[in-house]
């Protein structure tokens, strides 16, 4: 496994691969990695001959700095992990590989990008499509792999690649968990024993609401949800919120014609957890 770190040493490998008609699947990461990051790696080489994992903090997504600073960074025990999975390069880049200059580029994201996880971590999205772009840009990939976990992340990424004409098939993969429920994240780590005892209840508390639908309203069914996990000490609901998955939009009432997904996120003591369900 090639461990790279600058870009042009990617762009030459990626080179010499496209010579030899090989594809290309890429995983994009922060690092940290867990058994959710790794069913991405899994998939790419299932359908891919060489994938590519990048690690990198990307600065410009993060609206809160010490949420930057605590973000957990083990790079040793990654490369291992991906050692034995198999993968064939990691691009580690430095912030000022990435970012020689700042990125003035502003992207217009719509509605996608003021909702939800817009609306709390304001900036957010224009950051992750500021790296993504300088990925795709850099690693040139055939697939590239997004956990639905982050399930605005994906389609938002879904659509900027649309619309920048980007040759890039983006590949959903479903959400990894613990066997309590809780969505696995690199973020679990900064939790201590009691918060992680509870944590689990934001899935279970969605999961219940899901087989319930039929007896509330959206609007009631939402308000219970959150009434429900707020009622739990240690937890604290930011938003939840039941959307077209196409549009983001909130539904209105379970006749609305599409795939429904309910987003959450919620705050752990200090640590915010994000997490979604299929209504
Ligand atoms: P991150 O390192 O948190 O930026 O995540 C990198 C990629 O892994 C993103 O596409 C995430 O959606 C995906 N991912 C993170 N956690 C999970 C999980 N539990 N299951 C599936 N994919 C995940």
């Known amino acids: 496994m090639q461990i790279i770190k600058s870009k042009a040493e990617m762009t030459s490998f990626v080179e010499n691969q496209k010579r030899e008609n090989r594809t290309i699947g890429f995983v994009p990461t922060m690092g940290a990695l867990h058994e959710g990051h790794l069913a991405l790696v899994r998939e790419s080489i299932k359908s891919n001959s060489r994938t590519v ?14 949420d930057l600073r605590l973000y957990p960074r083990d790079e040793q025990a990654d490369f291992e992990k991906l050692r034995a999975e198999k993968c064939d390069a990691v691009f580690f880049p430095t912030v000022e590989e990435m970012y020689p200059e700042p990125d003035e580029r502003i992207f217009d994201l719509g509605s996608l990008a003021t909702v939800m996880e817009g609306e709390f971590r ?21 697939r590239a792999y997004f956990g639905k976990k982050d399930f605005q992340q994906l389609t938002i990424i879904q659509h900027i690649t649309k619309q920048l004409n980007y040759n890039i098939d983006i590949v959903p993969v479903p959400t990894v968990r613990e066997k309590d429920g809780l969505a696995k994240s690199s ?75 309910g987003c959450i996120a919620v705050y752990c003591g200090k640590v915010r957890l994000i997490d979604n369900i299929l209504f």
């Open 122 to 142: 304001p900036g957010h999205f224009s950051g992750v499509v500021q790296i993504v772009t300088k990925l795709f840009d850099t690693v040139k990939p055939n």
């Open 187 to 261: 973020r679990n780590k900064l939790l201590t024993a009691e918060q992680r005892k509870i944590a689990p209840k934001i899935f279970e508390i969605m999961s219940i609401a899901v087989l319930e639908k039929e007896k509330y309203s959206v609007q009631e069914l939402k308000n219970r949800v959150v009434s429900k996990i707020d009622a739990i000490d240690g937890l604290r609901t930011e938003y939840f919120d039941i959307v077209n998955s196409q549009t983001l939009m909130s539904i209105n009432s379970w006749n609305e014609k599409c795939e429904k997904v």
């Open 53 to 66: 994992v990048s690690i990198f903090v990307n600065p410009t997504q993060f609206n809160n700095k010490e």
